[in-house]
């Protein structure tokens, strides 16, 4: 089967993966809704410190309080891809792995990884992408920036590879599992980390600053955009971004190839 | 049963390494922040030895007082596993709290160290107390707010009694919990007008108070005051944890198994 | 009971196959868990011994043994779910370890104990999602899908929510799943364990008329001679690892000749006096129970015995334990024909 042929048949089941979640929350409505619900008060949560801190102050490092909620906004749209097409797999794969649910994945004609990564979606995450769209433009808006076309480009394009980057070292974490029992401490140990991307990067020192770019890439799909947004990336970091991302997914991939000649060596 | 505990806990030694990590990942991050506002020039009602000290502290207060029970709680009502509870709840109670003890002293072990490559590495702002009337009152306001915190878990797992989906309830009252605990933000740093509201609210017992007697910010009234308010909360969130309870448990055997 | 339209060539082909694996001892307690902190020990574990095996397309085939026999071990291995640690493998001309997804189209794998089915949506949407797994037209598809229901008599299950079926049209709904893009090879491991014993006849039925309609060849693991009985004309035995016997089951049970477990209870406590003149083996006698093996020819002859001793108010015929059997069998050494149906 051809490359292109394999990609379609993939994205056919992405999107009966989809369909299928749509017909469960049109059943489960409660959940849909408190899961929005839930996005609302992590949203007013978010806001509560930089409001604080901008009591205080009128700019930190160069960033203004509006240009700050706008960026949290973006925080808030990128955690909210993430739980939705992410988080409800990554938290499952002690499941797989540990419980032998892998099985069942590994001998159909679909890539395993591509599986049990985007299986599960959860729907009411989708809200918090509505809004942190709207706070996003509140922010830039009280900033008084203008993005063009190009900004607003380059601001999607940071935006995906940061996606792709926090997936990538994500679900690395959680094929630790193959080789050592019980790690559902390691998926919450992320998401917390990751709440240093509510922040803009210039907040934090050199060190911490060079750990959120490379290791846990929350800049990318954070401060980055921010930034492209109130005016002012070149292509540089985007291209610098793109790369990382495929170098990451190249080796989130080799890593999980690694996991499973592990898991069909060991034991029923 | 602590023991035992204790061992089988030793089993999940890998996910410890991310405990530690997940335990001082806000509070570090928070402090980060706070430093360079200071940095820029803010001018804050406290300075960057108290913000310091107090986020070094806070991430101990924080897993000392911490509980994980909701979810598991809440699971094990909607499958019916809770029979055999509803008759000696008592010794659901002893299990939990069990749990509950054995995993945080061994968190303990493990936190300490992490705490003290906090202080080599802000060593120039942590100013810990050195009068022992101080630590004497903290250690009685810790377990008064780990009482809090647990009572308050078991009320949000039993709603499960009632609701088919507690996740989302769970989730928003750690959400809005972390900030009023003053684990985010001291509430010290919250505006004047607010705080009479932030220093009289149930939160602040949980994480906040114990911190503030060690940070030594509290008058001897305050402390005083602080004292009664948390041990009234703590009556008033167990007599509504048992009453909750209660009806659970009926609610539960009217419609049965 | 099964048909055997094997036409000769080999569908599964294996020589030498072998699996080994190590894993960490640790023992119960505090201290045993604090010495793993610091060191652990390791063990290696022989689950398969090099064995050989030849199965033709339209076979059905049991693979029976006790607990721990590497029943489990080697379907996982013909399946491509675990790696052998040596010989040779080849299945539908593929090696199943390597997955390729041309060989994964051909074949099923259906577990007892684990289910493949979502459980808060019906049926019919896990059935979709393999229809796009599997790349089927919707033509082939919604045969398929009408084939099997009627054959499993599960049209009316296909909108009903997983988790609110009982669990015997549960496992049928499991081999629809399994079985909607037609593989050629079905492997099914301890596909009854856990149902009521209609539920079990059921399923067997269905697995016999699925190889006489479509030709599926069908490899299943069990510990219930009942399955293999039902299913099987070939059936392998193993234990430890090894092949100990691979031929006709009628073979084996004449020559293993399983003894049947008599529970009989009575009205009133069974005078001592009768029981002497039985010639019957009685392996315990309790007030008002007695328990007997009795091997199978005499088993009528016993049971009129039997109701000769006083007013029965309750009759339990058994099969002996398949774990006695095997042991019976591997102990008495007796020369087993390897290789070759019937």
């Not at chain 3, 493949?116 to 919707?138: I, N, R, S």
Request: aromatic share 10%; glycine share 8%; with cysteine.
């Amino acid at each position: 089967m051809s490359s292109y042929g394999k990609v379609r048949r993939h994205l056919r089941l992405w999107r009966r993966f989809f369909v299928q979640a749509v017909v469960r929350d049109t059943h489960y409505r409660a959940h849909f809704v408190a899961t929005i619900g839930v996005g609302i008060v992590e949203l007013t949560m978010a806001l509560i410190p930089v409001w604080l801190l901008f009591g205080y102050t009128g700019s930190v490092r160069g960033w203004s309080r509006s240009e700050v909620i706008a960026l949290v906004g973006i925080y808030q749209m990128v955690t909210g891809v993430l739980a939705t097409f992410v988080a409800p797999n990554l938290g499952r794969m002690t499941n797989y792995i540990s419980h032998g649910e892998l099985d069942g994945v590994l001998l159909r004609p679909v890539s395993g990884q591509f599986y049990v990564t985007f299986r599960w979606i959860d729907l009411g995450q989708l809200g918090s992408v509505v809004t942190g769209a709207v706070v996003v433009a509140l922010g830039l808006a009280r900033a008084g920036a203008t993005p063009d076309p190009s900004d607003i480009v380059r601001a999607l394009l940071l935006i995906l590879s940061g996606l792709v980057l926090l997936t990538c070292v994500w679900s690395a974490l959680t094929f630790i599992a193959f080789w050592v029992q019980v790690v559902a401490m390691v998926g919450e140990t992320f998401v917390t980390v990751m709440t240093a991307g509510q922040y803009p990067l210039a907040f934090f020192p050199r060190l911490v600053r060079g750990f959120l770019t490379f290791a846990l890439p929350v800049a990318f799909a954070t401060t980055l955009p921010a930034q492209a947004l109130t005016g002012g990336v070149g292509w540089w970091p985007v291209l610098g971004g793109l790369g990382l991302a495929l170098v990451g997914a190249l080796a989130a991939r080799a890593f999980w190839q690694l996991g499973l000649r592990t898991y069909a060596s060991a034991s029923s | 049963m602590t023991a035992a505990d204790l061992a089988s806990n030793l089993v999940y030694r890998s996910a410890f390494v991310f405990f530690m990590l997940n335990t001082i990942a806000v509070p570090v991050i928070s402090l980060l922040v706070w430093r360079a506002a200071l940095a820029s020039g803010a001018h804050l009602p406290v300075n960057r030895e108290y913000l310091t000290t107090y986020f070094v502290i806070l991430s101990f207060v924080s897993m000392a007082t911490s509980s994980w029970l909701a979810p598991f709680l809440s699971e094990d009502i909607r499958l019916g596993k809770l029979s055999i509870w509803m008759i000696r709840p008592a010794s659901l109670l002893h299990e939990l709290v069990a749990n509950n003890l054995s995993e945080k002293l061994l968190k303990t072990v493990i936190l300490v160290p992490m705490i003290g490559g906090l202080w080599l590495i802000f060593a120039d702002s942590v100013r810990l107390p050195t009068d022992p009337v101080r630590w004497m009152l903290f250690v009685p306001s810790l377990v008064l707010g780990a009482v809090l915190v647990f009572t308050m878990d078991v009320i949000m797992g039993s709603l499960a009694f009632w609701l088919d989906d507690t996740g989302g309830l769970i989730r928003a009252r750690v959400l809005i919990a972390d900030v009023l605990s003053g684990s985010i933000v001291p509430l010290a740093l919250f505006p004047a007008w607010l705080h009479g509201f932030v220093t009289a609210q149930p939160f602040r017992f949980t994480v906040s108070f114990p911190v503030e007697i060690l940070t030594g910010q509290l008058s001897p009234h305050a402390i005083a005051t602080g004292f009664a308010l948390q041990a009234g909360y703590v009556l008033a969130v167990c007599v509504a944890g048992w009453a909750v309870w209660n009806a659970g448990v009926r609610a539960y055997s009217a419609v049965g198994v | 009971m099964s048909a055997m339209q094997s036409d000769g060539s080999a569908a599964i082909s294996a020589s030498g196959l072998t699996k080994t694996y190590t894993f960490h001892q640790q023992g119960a307690g505090l201290a045993s868990a604090l010495r793993s902190v610091i060191r652990r020990r390791y063990e290696t574990r022989l689950a398969v011994d090099h064995i050989d095996l030849r199965i033709n397309h339209g076979e059905v085939v049991g693979l029976l043994g006790p607990n721990g026999a590497g029943k489990t071990t080697t379907l996982k291995m013909l399946s491509g779910l675990l790696y052998p640690s040596g010989g040779e493998l080849s299945v539908l001309g593929f090696r199943p370890s390597e997955r390729k997804p041309d060989y994964l189209r051909q074949i099923a794998l259906v577990m007892g104990q684990k289910t493949m089915l979502w459980w808060d949506v019906p049926a019919m949407e896990t059935l979709l999602l393999h229809k796009e797994m599997y790349g089927l037209d919707d033509a082939g598809f919604e045969d398929s899908v009408r084939e099997l229901a009627r054959l499993l008599d599960v049209q009316d299950l296909l909108t009903v929510q997983v988790r609110k079926v009982s669990l015997g049209e549960r496992m049928k709904l499991e081999l629809m799943a399994a079985l909607i893009h037609r593989p050629r090879i079905l492997f099914l491991d301890e596909p009854t364990i856990g149902l009521d014993v209609v539920a079990k006849a059921r399923v067997r039925t269905f697995l016999a008329e699925l190889n006489a309609l479509q030709g599926t060849t069908i490899v299943l693991t069990s510990h219930d001679m009942d399955d293999i009985e039902a299913l099987c004309s070939r059936v392998m035995l193993i234990d430890h690892g090894r092949i100990g016997y691979d031929g006709g089951l009628s073979d084996l049970v004449r020559s293993a000749r399983p003894r049947k477990l008599v529970n009989a209870t009575y009205a009133e406590p069974v005078r001592p006096e009768l029981l002497a003149g039985l010639d019957l083996e009685v392996l315990e006698v309790s007030d008002q129970v007695l328990r007997l093996a009795v091997s199978r020819e005499r088993t009528s002859d016993a049971l009129q015995q039997l109701t000769r001793i006083g007013p029965l108010v309750d009759l339990d015929v058994t099969d002996t334990d398949i774990d006695e059997i095997i042991r019976d069998l591997f102990s008495h050494r007796r020369p087993f024909v390897i290789g070759g149906g019937q």
